[in-house]
T-cell receptor
């Protein structure tokens, strides 16, 4: 299956700092990537949809100025949590949809996730 | 009404038994359905996808889809302790968004 990587896997930061998380599709082109957040014992919550070369689409209730998304290439999307606070501590997971021969597939492949802890 | 619903469980089955996981969805226009497995502290991994009514088998896993009833299920035959995880059902809606259910926790007892 398609491989998606995330970096870093774990980050601890002080309140008020910004944290950047990278999501890469390693062996395929991903014109669309998704960013999810998951709190303990809860389901995945879609934060935003990232399209290569265009602005991200944010879900209702997600602050676009706080969670900056950049999808600069067909294999890389980044999520920057600006001015992080303890309530932003969560498991952040990206996923990507593969495009094969110009056709976008429906399956999403997930990265390993980034566990963010804000002190 | 939530768009994708699952029984949160926990569902406990003895080793070697069949585990049956169920999911319903509200958007009748949904065409693609997915089952993911998530171990504690890890990200989800795709187990199966199904697009057509009926059954789809892959090894010990069988996905079943009934669009008329808006119902998707996953059967795990010969359940193993390593199958213990949370299983997420997902549906690609008519507005091109994949919505995940809350997940069902499965515990396979040795």
């Amino acid at each position: 299956g398609a491989v998606v990587s995330q970096h870093p896997s774990r980050v601890i930061c002080k309140s008020g700092t910004s944290v950047k998380i990278e999501c890469r599709s390693l062996d395929f082109q991903a014109t669309t990537m998704f960013w999810y957040r998951q709190f303990p014992k809860q389901s995945l919550m879609l934060m935003a949809t990232s399209n290569e070369g265009s602005k991200a689409t944010y879900e209702q209730g997600v602050e676009k100025d706080k969670f900056l998304i950049n999808h600069a290439s067909l294999t890389l999307s980044t999520l920057t949590v600006t001015s992080a606070h303890p309530e932003d501590s969560s498991f952040y997971i990206c996923s990507a949809r593969e495009r094969v021969a110009g056709v976008r597939r429906n399956e999403q492949f997930f990265g390993p996730g980034t566990r963010l802890t804000v002190l | 009404q939530k768009e994708v619903e699952q029984n949160s469980g926990p569902l406990s089955v003895p080793e070697g038994a069949i585990a049956s996981l169920n999911c319903t969805y509200s958007d009748r226009g949904s065409q693609s359905f997915f089952w993911y497995r998530q171990y504690s502290g890890k990200s989800p991994e795709l187990i199966m996808f199904i697009y057509s009514n009926g059954d789809k088998e892959d090894g010990r896993f069988t996905a079943q889809l009934n669009k008329a009833s808006q119902y998707v299920s996953l059967l795990i035959r010969d359940s193993q302790p390593s199958d213990s995880a949370t299983y997420l059902c997902a549906a690609k809606t008519s507005y091109d968004k994949v919505i995940f259910g809350p997940g069902t926790s499965l515990s396979v007892i040795p």
